[in-house]
């Protein structure tokens, strides 16, 4: 990486460089961060200690609140630190790593979000194999193959990107270092690297958005043969599924599927995917989850 750049730090210019907006984004994003942790945490714990939450659908649910505490903590405390500091830098090897991170979880996160609605697709209009599909060996290797997606995503992003020689400027606009952002600082033509990013990006995003948007249809389809209370029961988890599902996959088509022209545009939409949605999580899969809110007592009561 060195032979290759001069550069060995880089600037953030975060999302204000507004003092009296900092100081209030520090104590907002500050509380963000801690609702994100220990919501997400106590989704794991809650999950972990019951015997009632044992189903495939809350095994999937445990992961992905695990993936979103790593997700927001890759950026969310360097960009709360930043907000204190006027000068806020970032190294070479640290924005790297950063870069390796978001995508790595983000990714893992959209598979996640697939194999959730898989589990849902089974559980509803195929529920007399739901037992023999979903077995817990099923379920690790589900999983097992999200985390391993996420990986090979990220590699291969973060390898594009190392190659490109970096000699200034080195002011990113934006909170954390991502792929777009530096595709502009690099000194040469970085069209085709662009090229491979987004379809790198854009390939995995919308092949899983058509997964879940098929899975979906067929599921609400297939509700129409079903009792009301079977469909009140579906629509209930579903519901939280699509919510989420729109809440992280919205920005990020936005952002990953399209060459940057206008990074603060970017930034302030990575604030819904990198914060706002891992935040959110938690409250959408307990409020209108009878059998989560019921654990949570119990937990509480112990």
Known sequence: MENASSVKEFILLGLSEDQGVQKTCFVMFLLFYVIIVAGNLLIIIT???????N??????????????????????????????????????VGCIAQLF??????????FLLTVMAYDRYIAICRPLHYTTLMTRRACGRLVTGSWVGGF????????LTTQLPFCGPNTIDHYFCDVHPLLQLACTNTYPVGIIVVANSGMITLSCFFILV???????????????????????????????VI?????????????????????????????????????????????VKSAMRKLWSR
Do not use: W
Request: charged share 10%; proline share 4%; glycine share 4%.
């Open 152 to 159: 090979v995503h990220s590699i291969a992003q973060t390898l």
């Open 214 to 244: 098929t899975s979906y249809v067929v599921i609400l389809v297939s509700l129409k043969s079903q009792t009301a209370e079977g469909r009140h029961k579906a629509l209930s988890t579903c519901g939280s599924h699509i919510t989420v």
């Open 247 to 291: 809440l992280f996959f919205g920005p990020c088509t936005f952002t990953y599927i399209r060459p940057s022209s206008n990074l603060s545009e970017d930034k302030s939409v990575a604030v819904f995917y990198t914060v706002i949605t891992p935040m959110l999580n938690p409250l959408i899969y307990t409020l209108r989850n009878e059998e």
């Open 55 to 92: 189903s495939p659908m809350y095994f999937f649910l445990c992961y992905l609140s695990f993936v979103d505490i790593c997700y927001s903590s890759v950026t969310a405390p360097k960009m709360i630190a930043d907000f204190l500091v006027e000068n806020k830098t970032i190294s070479f």
């Open 101 to 110: 991170g978001v995508h790595f979880f983000g990714c893992t996160e959209i």
């Open 47 to 53: 999950v972990t200690s019951s015997q009632h939450l």
